[in-house]
Every structure is written in structure tokens, then in C-alpha cells.
């Protein structure tokens, strides 16, 4: 049987979603619980891989069973087992040519920014805490530039192992709630690093450093050097992911919790 799962977290104190050997990670919690449901060693595969720090509302994992249990082993008993920073949304069997990774056509992060004087206490691990003010008009008003498909040499990690800079961005928004400045972007798929330094990017056009015309002028120059430094971990969720409807994988609430949940 192979199943699906939704995964929500809180990446404060792991060293990213992938299991490593010597420091704690999101995939190695979710995968001790499911070894202990299942009776044998589980293994999950993931939608996206997520940074150390980097939270998430809308993982999806796909995992192999031979075990029979109902779902709601795979929900209700999962979430005594894992910490309290980590929780299974949905459970869903699925065919067998369903995968996380493979399957999915497009993937959602949001980051959030405190914008504020003081920094907060109550949400300190879960935004990016900026005294300067922002002007979320000018970070909005650059996004368009960005929209389509691209070569985002500029914005991807100098690491970085993908084949090909080249994504096509969905949707990409700037809005203000309050003191919080939220950042939503929606893409094929996302190089290393490309969230964050995109949010670095328009932080600095929101400073009045740069006018909104940067942003092209970054995607035609493919220099990452050219760039602004790359956003800090703590204020990105991975939110969505999106899969071909006849895999009936359910839509959960796109967080973070604190946000109203609009597709807009």
C-alpha cells in the first residue's frame, strides 16, 4: 500500500527536513513514528525539502507499507508519537504511480516579516523580525517582473546542484497585514535558496534602494554576486503543493495559522 501524508511543522530546531546522520531532522521524526505504526522500517519521500529553520503547512510524503492499518493509524496515531512541533494533517492511500516529488506540478511558499520597531516574543521562531519600515507598494509593484518563466541565475544559491536555472513563477504578491509584510510565491518548481533570495531581494526595494525595474535588470544579468543577501530561514513555509486532481490529494488550510488562508 502506498500512502500519502500531509505534514506540518515547525522548523525552529531541526537541521532542515532531510534525515542526516549526526543532527535531528523533520524526515527522521516522521519516519521513526510511521517505523513504529507500521511494525518495519519506513522510509518517506517528500514534495520539497526544506532549509533548516524553514517551516512547513503543506508538505506532502508518500510511503510504502506492507502493514495493514486504517488511516486514522496514520493521523491520530502518528501525532502521539511525534513531537509536539510536528503534526500529520491528512492521510490518504493512493496508486502506486503517485509520487511526492515526481508528481507534484507546482509548490507555494509564503514568507512572513515582522515589521516592526521591537522585536516580538510570542511568533520569534515563526517570522523574520525587520526594524526598517518596508514599503510593501514598491516590493508589490517589482513582483511582476519576476511573473513567467525565467532564467533565475541571480536568485538561486551559488551551491546549487539543478540542471537548469530556468522556472516558470505562477503567482508572486506582496501584501501587508498589520505590522507583518507577507510574501507569497508560487512556482513549477524552486532552485536552492531562490524563496529567500528573492525575499532579500525585494526587502532591499522595499528600503527605497532600489527601484521595482531592479528585479529585471538582476534576471537579465544571471550574477548572483549582483544580488541582495539571502533572506533569513525562520519567516518561509512551504505551503502547498499541487498534484493532477485524479490523485484526490486533499487541500488543507494554506497557513501560516496566524494568516488568513486566501489564494489571492
Known sequence: MRVALGVEYNGARYSGWQRQSHVNSVQQEVETALSRICNHPVEIVCAGRTDAGVHGTGQVVHF?????REMVAFTMGMNTLLPKDISIRFAKPVDEDFHARFSATARRYRYVIYNYTYRGAIMSEGVTHFHHPLDETKMQAACQYLI?????????????????????????????????????????????????????????????????????????????????????????????????????????????????????
Open 148 to 264: 513567467g518563466e525565467h532564467d533565475f541565475t541571480s536568485f538561486r544559491a551559488l551551491h546549487c546542484q539543478a540542471n537548469t536555472a530556468n522556472r516558470t513563477i505562477h503567482h508572486l504578491s506582496v501584501k501587508r497585514q498589520g505590522d507583518y509584510v507577507v510574501i507569497d510565491i508560487k512556482a513549477n518548481a524552486f532552485l536552492h535558496h531562490m524563496v529567500r533570495n528573492i525575499t532579500g531581494c525585494l526587502m532591499d526595494i522595499g528600503l527605497h534602494k532600489h527601484e521595482p525595474v531592479w528585479l529585471k535588470e538582476l534576471l537579465d544579468l544571471k550574477e548572483r554576486a549582483k544580488a541582495s543577501a539571502t533572506a533569513k530561514a525562520a519567516g518561509l513555509y512551504l505551503v502547498d503543493v499541487d498534484y493532477p486532481e485524479h490523485f484526490g490529494i486533499p487541500k488543507t488550510p494554506l497557513g501560516p495559522l496566524f494568516l488568513p488562508d486566501s489564494d489571492s
Open 64 to 68: 510504502d507499507t506492507h502493514a495493514e
